[in-house]
């Protein structure tokens, strides 16, 4: 190994542990709230969205949060399922070469970007809290939502064992938990926890019977004919 | 045939004109306008006695042992375009190693998509297309991406059956938000199609991949009752022209699809072109022809895809003759069982059909009985540079008494090995 190489190592060594050393000085003061959400079977959820809301209030800043991102590739919204906090503006970038033509009915936000490919539309601000399911006008079989939540504690189950929500004040939480994969006034209930500066966790076990996972489960057969 | 031509001519030229007007506000942006051309040619080995149906034989299949070892299928051009935001239009033309060598429509449509309001979503087709049955053909210009040879029930739709007309559907989630059953509701109004029924009853069922375009003659078989001089070459030319205008009263097809996510859908219809079967005119019969027609689609553990389409129904034409069945009066049946199975880069399916068409008139050296069944063993394979490779191998079983019209047995074994090459080229990427 050359001597540069051996410098290069040492640099990338020492600037790995002051990243540690600033974040731990970040986080001193909160903590991470991990939330398994499981079926019945004991399975994780690939489809759900958990949040918590403080009791006290805990926001003292009025940023305004970063632009979200709602990608459409290869005929399909990327991700399935969006959670964002009330007042964040969702951008719809189009990556396919077939237009899509974006639009949702629901009373959360109803809205509509005309026929476009790239990225044609202003982004849209979502201001009231509440799902927004979205779909292609183009492409019926196309769709997704988005959770409009009144705080910035959130996370997202997809794919993974946990959802993770890092940077947790501490103090009393009320953590919720939405899944498309249940009708809307068939949520699970909410769980109340008391955050401290230690990471916390929090098991939720879905008793109801999920609708089928969104996502193509056999590709065998042409289902988008119609 | 001159009223039905202009109508066609009509709709063809208007459609190509809003096309043609959206193209210049527009430029050629390929996510709004898409273009295919897809080219198909086979190598073919036929083992049958009979002559091909293109050539006035009784064969099921497209190709026959006079035909050459390397044929051309088919070179199609589809146009698929948003005119504005929520119309979109579709033309589907084509040329064909077996047809007169010119470009003609097999579909052509407007399709208006209306921005959903609320759970309903309405879809309105304005043009000539197909009535929403097969479960096969969902490839580019109505092909299909589980084999080359369709089955019975959809080779007869290529064949025979195209609506001239509006088609509206109707579609909802069933049982509110977060439901993933849905319902889908369809009813069709058309004109044209007077003359379908005429190639089932006098033909039988065939299983191919060759669909007939609009203005196109097909040769009837040279079968006793066809022949130069009998009653029914009056009014009946020796070929057909199963979209034409007869008695021009309008026809109907309208069902129902119920859907479970991507796991399960059951669909049902009923087609009648409510032909007057005493109307002629062009050198075509009016032929009252009618059907019910179920559709399931499933997916199965080990990722198995099950589909199955299943018809049954009647055609007739001529006066009332005897037992209240008329001149030539048919009940016909048909149905098919499919498993596909897609890997990453190629698909499987087998396929078996079962068809079956009742004589039931009492016309003499008219006898259309037949009964048959089939096994379709496909395997598709997508390759570089937009080509398709597609191997198959067929047997045709049947019994049609009408072969001994020809001097052939009325019983058929008939097999067929065909490797087929597409090569596709589009102005987009999916």
Same mark, same amino acid.
């Given at each position: 190994m050359s001597g540069q190489a051996l410098r290069q190592i040492s640099r990338a060594a020492a600037a790995g542990w002051l990243g540690v050393l600033i974040c731990a000085a970040a986080t001193a003061n909160a903590a991470t709230l991990t939330v398994a959400v499981t079926d019945r079977a004991g399975t994780p959820v690939s489809d759900a969205v958990i949040y918590a809301v403080p009791?006290?209030?805990?926001?003292?800043d009025t940023a305004t949060p970063p632009t979200a991102v709602m990608d459409q590739r290869e005929k399909a919204f990327v991700p399935h399922l969006l959670v964002v906090e009330t007042g964040t503006a969702v951008e719809f970038p189009n990556h396919d070469t077939v237009g899509h033509h974006v639009y949702s009915f629901s009373d959360a936000k109803s809205f509509e970007l005309p026929l476009y490919s790239g990225r044609a539309h202003a982004p849209i601000v979502f201001d009231t809290p509440g799902v927004v399911d979205i779909g292609c006008n183009i492409h019926d079989h196309m769709e997704a939502h988005i959770v409009i939540v009144d705080t910035p504690y959130f996370g997202v189950m997809s794919g993974s064992d946990t959802a993770a929500i890092v940077d947790v004040p501490p103090g009393q939480y009320t953590v919720h938990v939405y899944t498309p994969r249940l009708p809307p006034r068939s949520q699970p209930a909410p769980h109340s926890i008391v955050i401290t500066n230690s990471a916390a966790h929090i098991d939720i076990s879905i008793e109801q019977r999920l609708r089928p996972p969104h996502g193509r489960t056999n590709r065998s057969l042409e289902w988008s004919a119609y | 045939m001159v009223r039905l031509l202009k109508l066609q001519r009509l709709a063809m030229v208007s459609t190509m004109l809003l096309a043609g007007q959206a193209i210049a506000q527009t430029g050629l942006d390929a996510s709004r306008h898409r273009w295919t051309v897809r080219g198909s040619s086979s190598l073919i080995s036929v083992d049958s006695r009979d002559t091909s149906w293109l050539d006035?034989?009784?064969?099921?299949?497209? *190709? =026959?042992?006079? =035909?050459? /070892?390397? !044929?051309?299928?088919r070179l199609l051009i589809e146009y698929e375009g948003?005119?504005? +935001?929520?119309l979109i239009a579709q033309i589907d033309a084509d040329i064909m190693g077996?047809?007169?060598?010119s470009f003609d429509l097999t579909e052509a449509f407007l399709e208006w998509r209306p921005v959903p309001r609320s759970a309903n979503r309405h879809r309105l087709k304005l043009g000539a297309f197909y009535p @929403?049955?097969?479960?096969?053909? !969902?490839?580019?210009?109505?092909?299909?991406? *589980?084999?080359i040879s369709w089955s019975a029930i959809n080779t007869w739709l290529a064949e025979e059956i195209r609506l001239f007309g509006a088609e509206w559907t109707l579609s909802r989630p069933l049982?509110?938000?977060?439901?993933a059953h849905r319902l889908d509701l369809f009813a069709a109004a058309f004109y044209g199609?007077?003359?379908?029924?005429t190639l089932l009853a006098w033909k039988g069922w065939g299983l191919h991949d060759r669909q007939t375009r609009w203005r196109e003659q097909l040769p009837l078989p040279s079968i006793p009752v066809l022949q +130069?001089?009998? @009653?029914?070459r009056q009014h009946q030319d020796?070929?057909?022209?199963?979209f034409l205008e007869i008695d021009h009263e309008p026809g109907f097809h309208a069902g129902a699809e119920w859907r479970y996510a991507d796991r399960v859908s059951l669909a049902a219809s009923r087609y009648d072109n409510?032909? =007057? +079967?005493l109307s002629t005119a062009d050198g075509q019969y009016g032929w009252r022809t009618v059907f019910d027609h179920i559709a399931l689609r499933a997916s199965l553990p080990w990722n198995l895809g099950l589909m199955a389409q299943w018809m049954r129904g009647t055609t007739a034409m001529g006066s !009332?003759?005897?037992?209240?069945? @008329?001149?030539v009066d048919n009940d016909y049946e048909a149905s098919f069982v499919m498993l596909t199975r897609r890997w990453d880069s190629f698909r499987l399916s087998l396929r078996v059909d079962d068809f079956e068409v009742y004589?039931?008139?009492?016309? +003499? /050296? =008219? /006898?259309?009985y037949e009964n048959g069944d089939a096994v379709t063993l496909a395997y598709m394979r997508k390759l570089m540079g937009g080509l398709t490779l597609g191997v198959e191998w067929q047997r045709i079983d049947s019994m049609r008494p009408a072969r001994e019209y020809l001097?052939?047995?009325?019983?058929a074994d008939e097999r067929q090995l065909r490797v087929q090459l597409s090569w596709q080229l589009s102005n987009h990427a999916d």
């Open positions: 009791s006290h209030n805990a926001r003292n | 006035g034989g009784l064969s099921k299949m497209r *190709y =026959d042992e006079t =035909d050459s /070892n390397t !044929v051309f299928d948003a005119l504005t +935001p929520t077996d047809g007169d060598g @929403r049955a097969s479960l096969e053909n !969902v490839g580019v210009g109505w092909s299909s991406p *589980y084999s049982g509110g938000g977060g439901s199609n007077d003359p379908s029924g +130069p001089g009998t @009653r029914m020796p070929h057909a022209q199963p409510r032909a =007057d +079967p !009332v003759i005897g037992a209240g069945r @008329r001149v004589d039931a008139d009492v016309l +003499p /050296n =008219d /006898n259309n001097g052939l047995a009325p019983d």
